[in-house]
């Protein structure tokens, strides 16, 4: 099955407060938010006609675009709204909403602080069929030669597009080598997170997750640690380095998109390390995650 372009779909965007038609939904080609940057976005599943988190991430947005600048002319309340009218109008049952903010063209400056701020939100049904592929059998991931940069050199608590092109570099990288995907160290060569997701590792009925104190603490990420402390596990955020997966049994992402996706293999430049992606405990996570999101 083939995926229509995005740019060419039918159905309805809610754009600047109002339901445009998917064709119409356009900005021009000197928008600030397309050169510099700092465009801010979010990723929201839909479950059986419910986004699940919606409050978490469209709160995340506001706070988004706050770090990197600009105030968003919608509460937190009708930014939620007009998510459930997106599933509504688009009857999504079981998809994908991308809302996102950007600033206008009324300026080329880079400061852009004459910009109008824009907001819109769209969604689609989702086709899982590649990640179902992946998840089978395990994720395929590479050790990346780029850095996480530090964080004081970017707003990392934000979802902002200009941190996502080292991400995209990233995985165009991992992908034409033949991996799924390609985890970041950071400065002092500690595992931080994949292109657009977090990572854990499962030893005996401990659960080990890196420290976000460069990355994104993802909602799914968030969602993960409070279904294993449920679960009895003992969850550890800790500084990992890429000796430590000796002694990891499984290994996993958590995102979105992905929700938790098994890793089988990471190549490394001294070796390559193997994961159970049958682990009990991974097991026991991912049904109970499935359990919670479609509740």
Known sequence: MSLIPFDQR??????????????????????????????????????????????????????????????????????????????????????????VAWLGSETMLISGNNCKVHTAIAGWETFEQSRTTIRERGARVVISNWIKPPADCTPFKSKA??????????????????????????????????????????????????????????????????????????????YIKIEDLNEAEAAFFTGTAIEIMPIGQIAATKATYGFDIKNHKLKLLMEAYSKLVNA
């Open 161 to 238: 597009s200009g941190i996502y092109m080292i991400a995209t570099m990233v995985k165009n990288e991992a992908t034409a080598k033949g991996f799924d995907d390609a985890l970041m160290l950071d400065i002092n060569q500690n595992i931080t997170e994949a292109t657009t997701s977090n990572f854990f590792i499962i030893t005996g009925n401990k659960l080990l997750t890196p420290i976000p104190d460069c990355f994104l603490n993802g909602i799914t990420r968030q969602t993960v640690i409070e279904i294993a402390k449920t679960n009895g596990m003992e969850v550890i955020e800790k």
């Open 10 to 99: 039918e159905g309805f965007i809610w754009f600047d407060g109002d339901f445009v038609e998917w064709k119409d939904a356009k900005i021009h080609i000197l928008t600030h938010g397309l050169h510099y940057g700092c465009t801010v976005f979010e990723g929201i599943r839909v479950y059986n006609y419910k986004p699940f988190k919606l409050r978490e991430h469209q709160q995340r947005l506001i706070n988004s675009a706050k770090l990197v600048g600009y105030n968003l002319p919608f509460t937190l309340e009708e930014l939620e709204l007009a998510a459930i009218n997106v599933v509504k109008k688009q009857n999504i049952k079981d998809g994908y909403l991308r809302p």
